[in-house]
């Protein structure tokens, strides 16, 4: 029973190893996933910004009697 805990452990073990090697990504990918959130955050930003902008010119125009 000892020896084959012994055996499981170390199965549970490369297993382990096996799974880090493969959530690890190139360096290459990360700057793209990176470049791509950073792209997409701009665009939001800009999006927001026309909309408030949108939004001050629809308020001025109401005109207080």
Excluded: C, F, Y
């Amino acid at each position: 029973d000892q020896q084959n805990k012994q055996n499981q452990d170390q199965q549970d073990q490369e297993e382990q190893k096996q799974e880090q090697q493969q959530n690890k990504i190139s360096k290459e990918n990360a700057e793209q996933l990176l470049q791509a959130l950073q792209n997409d955050e701009s665009k939001i930003q800009d999006k927001v910004k026309k909309a408030k902008a949108a939004k001050a010119k629809k308020v001025k125009i109401e005109k207080d009697w």
